[in-house]
């Protein structure tokens, strides 16, 4: 099936570091998503992605964080600066838009440690 | 209020038997559900949903049940098999374009030969 890759799967960095987590989303797909997900605790919505603009983002969107896809290349979420408390799995999921906006394909997660 | 409740967090059951995920929501302009599984160490994947159109939807050996007066879904996994154990999410949305999905916490689910 459709496949969204994370890259890199695992990130450990200092507290204060800024960090990128990119996602190369499913071919032609036009909506994207990022998770966060905490070990043991749902997935939880960070922001929602269309056209180059944001959509919605959650009260776990803080200032810190930001998303952009440029010229149609990876779709990122830069931390910066970290805190500890943003240590966590962050998912990247997009959908095709029309009818079957509402599935999303999910990549397999980048495990952020911040130290 | 956005939520989606889910429960068990664990559930076990034999190889044969019929395992039963449940959920429930408050939010009255969600309008599709799906669940999703996840292997270890895979994304998550659409495995089944349901619209409230229906109260039921069959795929294979998984059912979804819809209770729309209660706000409450289930997966029912019919003659479970120990590759279906995995982690199951139950979801919410208004069903819109590019909208977000609220999980529930998750099921882990163990099927024992």
């Known amino acids: 099936g459709p496949k969204v890759l994370q890259i890199p799967s695992h990130q450990i960095i200092d507290m204060g570091q800024m960090v990128t987590l990119n996602c190369d989303p499913v071919?032609?797909?036009?909506?994207f998503y990022w998770y966060k997900q905490i070990l043991g605790q749902q997935m939880e919505f960070l922001v929602n992605?269309?056209?180059?603009?944001?959509?919605?983002k959650s009260k776990l969107f803080k200032d810190q964080f930001s998303v952009e896809r440029p010229d149609g290349s990876y779709f990122t979420l830069k931390i910066q600066p970290t805190a500890l408390e943003d240590s966590a799995v962050y998912f990247c999921a997009s959908s095709p838009g029309g009818r079957a906006a509402e599935t999303l394909y999910f990549g397999s997660g980048t495990r952020l440690t911040v130290l | 209020q956005q939520q989606v409740r889910q429960s068990p967090q664990s559930l076990t059951v034999w190889e044969g038997e019929t395992a039963i995920l449940n959920c429930s929501y408050e939010d009255s302009t969600f309008d599709y559900f799906p669940w999703y599984h996840q292997f270890p160490g895979e994304s998550p994947a659409l495995l089944i949903a349901i619209r409230p159109v229906s109260n039921k939807k069959e795929d294979g050996r998984f059912t979804i049940f819809f209770n729309k007066r209660e706000k409450k879904f289930s997966l029912h996994i019919a003659d479970s098999q120990p590759g279906d154990s995995a982690t199951y999410f139950c979801?919410?949305?208004?069903?819109?374009?590019?909208?977000?999905?609220?999980f529930g916490i998750g099921t882990l689910l163990s099927v024992k030969p």
């Open positions: 979801a919410a949305s208004d069903g819109s374009s590019g909208n977000k999905l609220i």
């Open positions: 992605f269309y056209n180059g603009k944001v959509m919605e």
């Open positions: 071919s032609n797909h036009l909506y």
